[in-house]
């Protein structure tokens, strides 16, 4: 089972200084172990935005490999 967690971190635009964003972690959990696969760390400022998405995504369990093109549509 792939878990879609939201993370936060604080960047850098050149345009507009120093800002807060929110992004996703993939884990894949079996067995009872959890592996981090990928991390997207900046996608959006709105939290409730990629809170929404990491729900999403772990009730429908898309894999992670299209988790850019995914985000890229959604965006």
Do not use: N
């Not at 807060?20 to 981090?36: I, P």
């Amino acid at each position: 089972m792939y878990l879609y967690l939201l993370v936060e971190g604080e960047f850098v635009s050149p345009d507009t200084g120093v800002y807060d964003s929110f992004g996703l972690r993939v884990v894949l959990v079996q067995e009872g172990r959890a592996e981090e696969l990928l991390l997207v760390p900046d996608i959006s400022t709105d939290r409730s935005f990629v809170m929404h998405l990491a729900q999403l995504f772990t009730k429908l369990q898309p894999a992670p490999l299209h988790l850019r093109d995914i985000l890229q549509d959604a965006l």
